[in-house]
Structure formats: C-alpha cells, structure tokens
C-alpha cells in the first residue's frame, strides 16, 4: 500500500482514534467493526508527512477498494497498542 499510495507511514502501531467526518464522531479499533461500514478494521495507518490516517478494513484498502482516509485535524485521540 505504501508504494500505490505513495505514503510515508510511521512506525507507530496504532490500536484506535476517535475522530469526526462528515458531522459525526467515530470511535475506530483495530479488531472492532467500523460504525459506519460494519466492517473489521485490520489496521489504522498514518502519514505523518501529509497528514492523513488510514483505516484499513477488508473491503476498505486491504483486499479491494481504498482506505478511509481522515485528516489529522479531524482526529481527537489515538490509542498505540501496549509493546
């Protein structure tokens, strides 16, 4: 994905955000269902460089279609996983 996107993604490893789009808020983690697609996350990815997440779920940028993407700006926390 790094490569089709053209993406700069940190090392972080990130297990959710809470974040606002489209004037609703969002609580995302990776292994829970997306409120709005009903699908898995599988991974939260973030572009420091342009400052862009990706929420990553099977039909969402890991088998087909593109990641949703959410700006920086628009992200009230984030949650790294224990290492």
């Known amino acids: 994905m790094t490569s089709e996107l053209g993406a700069a993604l940190t090392d972080r490893k990130i297990f959710g955000l809470t974040y606002s789009q489209d ?33 990553c779920m099977r039909s969402y940028g ?11 700006a628009s992200v009230k926390s984030v949650e790294l996983f224990d290492d």
């Open 23 to 55: 004037d609703q808020e969002y609580r995302v983690e990776v292994g829970e269902c997306h409120p709005a697609t009903g699908e898995i996350v599988d991974v939260i990815l973030h572009d420091e460089s342009i400052g862009i997440y990706y929420l």
């Open 62 to 72: 890991v088998v087909r279609g593109h990641p949703i993407m959410v700006n920086t």
